[in-house]
C-alpha cells in the first residue's frame, strides 16, 4: 500500500478511494463504514488515506463518533463545514451527515 518505489496504487487501495471519491459534499462515513464495504477494518482503511489522502476527498472520512481527521493542519472541520456537513461543535453529527456508501457499491468481492 506504500507508495514507496512504483508508486503503484494496490487494488484493495484503490476500492478504499473509490468508495471515498462518491461520498456526497456534506456528508461522510467512518473508517469502520468503509472498511465494511471494502471488507477490511478501519485501521487498514486509515494507512490508504495516510498514504494516498491527497488523491481524495481525505475530510469526509471521519471517526465513528464524527471527530474529524487532524492531518492537514487540522482543516477538516473548515471543509466540512464550507461544504454544509452538519455539525456539533467541532464534530460531525454523524445522524445527519452519515452516508452509508453507493447503492450499487461491488463490495469486498468487486
Known amino acids: ?7 503503484a496504487i494496490s487494488p484493495f487501495a484503490r476500492r478504499v478511494l473509490d468508495v471515498i471519491d462518491q461520498i456526497p ?9 468503509i472498511g465494511d464495504l471494502v471488507g477490511a477494518g478501519p485501521r487498514q482503511v486509515g494507512r490508504v488515506m495516510t498514504a494516498w ?9 471521519v471517526r465513528a463518533d464524527g471527530t474529524p481527521a ?8 473548515e471543509l466540512l ?3 454544509g ?3 456539533r461543535g467541532s464534530r460531525v453529527d454523524m445522524s445527519c451527515a452519515q452516508w452509508n456508501g453507493p447503492p ?4 469486498m468481492d468487486g
Open 1 to 7: 500500500m506504500s507508495r514507496v518505489g512504483s508508486g
Open 25 to 33: 459534499p456534506g456528508r461522510v462515513m467512518s473508517y469502520g463504514a
Open 53 to 61: 489522502s491527497d488523491e481524495t476527498l481525505w475530510h469526509r472520512v
Open 70 to 77: 487532524s492531518c492537514h493542519a487540522g482543516s477538516a472541520v
Open 81 to 83: 463545514r464550507a461544504e
Open 85 to 87: 456537513t452538519p455539525m
Open 104 to 107: 450499487d457499491h461491488p463490495g
